[in-house]
């Protein structure tokens, strides 16, 4: 019987640090970066990219999540590894039905 190919699946690990309300946001990006290293190695995940945004996700035009989006468009990775909500508005350009945790 032959071996199918599986390729391991990329992730980016995307960390948020929402620039609206300072004290809302209870975990730094520090933490964040941690916790999701944490959950990549105990699930054995392959993050092939760490990114940072300090940016609310209410407006639309995030420059790194987007660069990210068309990153794993041309596959660059499969899906993304993040903390807190990757978008909080519907005009985000994000299909929240397509999000891969």
Known sequence: MPME????QKFFLYARKST???DKQVRSIEDQITELRAFA????LNIVNELVEKQSAKIPGRPIF????????????NGILAWHPLCQSPSCGYPHSAQTF
Do not use: F, H
């Open 5 to 8: 190919n599986l390729s391991p």
């Open 20 to 22: 609206d309300v300072e």
């Open 41 to 44: 190695k105990q699930e054995n």
């Open 66 to 77: 987007n660069d990210m989006l068309n990153r794993i468009e041309s596959g660059k990775a």
